[in-house]
């Protein structure tokens, strides 16, 4: 029923690649089926303004498209600003991971997790919060090994994975296909069997309580299953 | 317990007035607790260039904030475009009003919301969404009574409330000293007994399977208190 | 003659309510017929730059359009900056409260008076301008009554009210109707009996000599009227 | 009494240079003392869209100044926009002209006035519209040459001088030194013995009626000496 | 004598993969030593207005650094704009590419060459011009395949190499530890035994006649080496 | 052969005024046959950021264009922000003057070269270069004058002169007419006999190693005289 053949509960290939590139202090480029995002993460000892001398760290993300990432070309957003559906993206990926940080662990600090879509197939923004997460884990492991940081701060991976009401299926995991085509689709976020951001939304359609209940069900599936790759790819 | 002393399926006093603005064609001011809002509704025959031709209507929103709607002044969107926050919550009350609109009974015309917080004391979105509807209706019911639309566009209410656990209990209708606190909080939008949207998020926390359920209950209870003052308003 | 029966030294109805916002130190609604503004005065204990250490205190305004303030719909400002005008009309009204203000006697804060058209029907910079000045006395009333000003910063009030040529006669407070058609209007703010600021203009006329002067003997008519009823709503 | 040692009615010394730039269709350089603006007509048979096959001109104007023209170096406006005083200048500088111009007689067309300050000592959007309508006459007069316009749309010249009051004095023509101690001061703009705009203000001062009637008084006798040296510079 | 421990006349290795991803028209990771460039090809059917009804083909360029491609995090270029810098780096790619284009063969169709820097070791914009010709072939190609240009309008392959004075002593190929300290650089774009752009420049430095000889030699058998890698990766 | 009928190795006709503005601590009015620059010199004491406390100078420089400076007008700049042409022209005036001036002996200060084109006909950049060195000079001397720089920091002239290949034949200084056609041509920075920069650009052409080789003498030649007429200029 699927286009791609899937069934209703099950994720595309996963695969994390780290070490990617020279000059981060932690990155990874995670593939998805075809959704391949390239996640670096960069240490400043300098934090924001209003954590000076708080003693507390702060983990944040941007997010970017190469133009040609997509089926057609985009507009490069270098050119006239980052579209509000970016900014969204950006702000989404920096809470959940700060969601999964023992800030006070982390020490007066900040680690900047930067997310670029080489290749996009629907669902980038859940595989920029996984793979961002193995960024930021290579980077908080060399903060440690370098005893900069004592007690580790990011004890539970944290995750991401798309649902939605496809055909009138719920189904884990959407493609470009089906992702253009479901009138309902949300992203789950969570983190050691607790949830951290729920996102379900329903343009010009809606979902029944019980639609809800399955989809919660499906994610929490596809989290295990994500969380389980994430601790072989930082090990 | 709460700062109110509301219960925590309590919601604070809501009223809407309507026709409070000369020029507009559909107008209200929702007051939720000390949370006010002026919704105004403007009909336009052009709709967006992706809709020429194809007999299809359109509905979309913007939403502001009077610099002074907050306890200190916050800096005026004019004077340097609006922010990331201001563009998702604009986004949302669009989508949110269009999946109660039957487009093609609405005809091919645009209608824009503009939702102008007077004054702000949590749960802001919420009320827009909530008052974008009655002005919405509004302006359709003259549509009707002008004989250019036929069939009722706009059959159920859709309406909004955020939910949040503050001080480790589920509560209903956060005002701003509760959210402020609330390490959870999110907003529902619902129409007819059915979901349109879910925006679930914790700041640096998380939230079990179970929280949410609750969460889902209470959403529910008072999403059927705002349809009734809704039908009430535009009767 | 005139569109509204008015003679031609009559001024609209006004009306200002004071206190309508709960956050703000000052706050004002003034109609001015069917023109009506929100004023709200917000103390800051920090002055610009080239005032630091000087003793003296600061005044000044921003003004704003709710997009349907208008008869037909307006591009919201925060969307691509505020226009030329909106610039010209808020530099206007901080230029002309600052001239009535005592800025030793204020000390060394900054007063921000923000208005805020809710619905416009002609001469919205004058209406702010005479509703600023009630929301700033409200505010400094405030500073006094706290003991942080000891001399009262603003003796006499300032108001502003448009005279204008419409049909060939020389009239006062022009409303939307005769502002549209008049070749020749401006704007007349004037304290204690003396002039601040005059802007006469001719888009494509001319005025003589001979008609100034009848301007500015209506001019001086309506600012009495307004001084009054400034007075009552201070008090 | 005046730094410059000119009696309260004398204005300095004006000189207009035609014919300065190669390329465009009109121009001139126009020095009030130490005031040194660059003014061009630009002919566009394009008019703007509000005027599409209406049969009317229009005339247009941009102001500028070049970085070191002042004291001490200005940021140069192309790099952060231009600031809403130029804005204003521009828009004055326009509406000006066109008060002057006949608009049927000079057809669909637009001419577009560039009034750049090489050199500024006060005074420079007056002698920007002096200057500029000697450009934009030559531009004229080349039209009519060609036999594209038939009857002159500019039988009158358009001129504009400052007054102020100085040291206590009404003064006429202020230059920088005077410009920025004066309280009060503006500009005039005036067409054949006819008004076509005033600004005055009194930034933290005031000033009495018989102070603007002085004021009306020197305006009046600079703009003829000015009409002269305009009309010598067009003959 | 030079870090890397290479001879002056060395190259570093290059490498080019090409088809890296699946939805651009021609694509390639070119590597110059630790200089990774993606360099994609966008076909589009509308040209630039100014070439409408032309019969003529366009060929133009962007590009852009991921935040971390560089040894510390640069701000990212979507947050404000892109620098005069990258703008003058995608005007010569684009330059370079189109000299290599017989225009009237590729027929009336546009070709975007991405060009995203993935990692940053000196020579990004050589490495882009010699990579984005690949992509730029590879999409001609396809087109060709298709039937819809008949005759090859990229005859000759287009490359570029740096080369400068480093230590006193002109070398081929800088890698970013000497191009951050060699007092002149420059970049030499060739194609077919003949030149098309030279860029040499000293900051704070001067160069000899003789020395820019020996410069225009080293760069000459550069470049015939990258010719003889681009044939073989679009083979 | 050349539209102007001078030879190939032939100059326009250069005249360079000097202290032609009053505020500036150098300037001049640099002429290239119709092409006319006005360069100012303005003198800061404070040096940008990365040089602070280092105690070496800095030159910068700023180009702009004056909307009717060309044959049909522009869009002014100060609108919608410096194109990257302009940011290229001047980022290249700043490097060029840099290569020649003596940092220490300039002591911790910045000069800001601001370059104005009054009337463009074709290589204004080079006319720029030519100029803000005098008006750098001028400043300079002041300084010197006044006893605030002891050795002199600008001993040789830096000059710019543009070539290329017109109707197939090598030649010096093209004049707009003949750089619109040419399809090669380049700009030369020397100064004492020594390169500082070259541009060399062929827009859909190429050159040969010999063409070069004449442009390089053609170059030389044109440069002897441009800093004979800088040196007579300063003296």
Redesign the interface.
């Known amino acids: 029923m699927r286009p791609s053949g899937r069934r209703t509960d099950q994720m595309r290939d996963v695969s994390i690649d780290t070490a990617v590139?020279?000059?981060?202090e932690g990155?990874c480029l995670i593939r998805m089926g075809?959704t391949h995002v390239?996640c670096?993460a960069?240490i400043?000892n300098r934090v924001p303004s209003f954590l000076k001398n708080s003693g507390l760290g702060w983990v944040t993300a941007?997010y970017?498209m190469?133009?040609?990432?997509?089926?057609?070309?985009m507009r490069?957003?270098?050119?006239d600003?980052?579209s509000?559906r970016?900014?969204?993206i950006q702000?989404l990926i920096g809470?959940a991971l700060?969601?999964g940080?023992d800030?006070v662990a982390l020490g007066e600090r900040q680690i900047?997790i930067?997310c670029?879509v080489?290749?996009a197939?629907g669902g980038t923004r859940c595989a920029a919060i996984t793979g961002g997460w193995v960024a930021l884990k290579l980077a908080v492991n060399k903060l440690m090994k370098a005893g900069l940081v004592i007690s580790d701060p990011l004890v539970d991976p944290v995750a991401a994975v798309s649902c939605g009401i496809y055909a009138g299926q719920p189904v884990l995991d959407l493609d470009y296909p089906e992702d253009s085509e479901a009138g309902v689709d949300?992203n789950f976020i969570m983190?050691?069997g607790?949830?951290?951001?729920?996102?379900?939304?329903?343009?010009?359609?809606?979902?029944?309580?019980s639609q809800?209940d399955t989809l919660?069900d499906l994610a929490?599936g596809g989290i295990e299953e994500l969380h389980r790759i994430q601790r072989e790819a930082v090990a």
């Open positions: 590139t020279r000059h981060a990155s075809d390239l670096t960069s400043d941007e970017g190469l133009p040609r990432a997509t089926h057609s070309r490069r957003e270098a050119k600003g980052q509000g970016t900014q969204e702000r809470r700060r969601a940080v800030r900047t930067d670029d080489i290749q197939d949300g983190t050691a607790k949830l951290i951001e729920i996102q379900m939304a329903a343009e010009g359609a809606t979902f029944s309580r809800m919660l929490g």
